[in-house]
């Protein structure tokens, strides 16, 4: 976050809500992932002036959004041209493999928010391939 804030004309805040708490490696790179690829789309197709980062804990879920300021995009003319852009693609199929839940919602000249959230007994348990491992 700070090096993009440093390298761009971006800025970035960061909000938590809630305790830290403890979740499987998977959940925490799943969150990683998202937020580094919904920071790059911001700088790199938004033209946004700021994007803001919301991560949220509760004992019913962790969730995650990422808003930026831009250009928004038409979500139906993406998922046409989906084949080669894999950025939100690739969030959809990792959010799932941890059973969670992303959404994508975008108005023109508005801006772009991705949102996740995770249920917290699924962000607790070591998914190997979509099988989970209950200890
Ligand atoms: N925050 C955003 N603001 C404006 N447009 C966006 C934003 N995020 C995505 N888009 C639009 O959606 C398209 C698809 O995004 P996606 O991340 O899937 O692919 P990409 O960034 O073009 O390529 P890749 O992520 O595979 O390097 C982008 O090309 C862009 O047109
Ligand atoms: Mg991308």
Do not use: W, Y
């Not at 993009?4 to 990683?32: H, M, R, W, Y």
């Not at 995650?64 to 979500?75: E, I, Q, R, S």
């Not at 917290?120 to 200890?135: D, P």
């Amino acid at each position: 976050m700070e090096e993009t804030e440093n390298s761009t004309d971006i800025q970035i805040d960061l909000n938590t809500f809630g305790k830290p708490t403890v979740i499987s490696d998977e959940c925490a790179l799943t969150i990683f992932r998202v937020a580094q690829e919904a920071i790059r789309n911001a700088v790199k197709h938004s033209g946004a002036s700021q994007t803001s980062i919301i991560l949220k804990c509760t004992s019913d879920d962790i969730s995650f959004c990422v808003m930026d300021n831009g250009c928004g995009f038409d979500m139906k003319l993406v998922e046409k041209n989906s084949i080669s852009h894999f950025g939100l693609l690739g969030m959809q199929e990792r959010v799932r493999l941890v059973g969670g839940n992303l959404t994508v919602t975008s108005k023109i000249s508005k801006g772009t928010t991705v949102s996740l959230s995770i249920p917290f007994k699924n962000a607790q348990e070591q998914v190997v391939t979509g099988l989970s491992i209950k200890e």
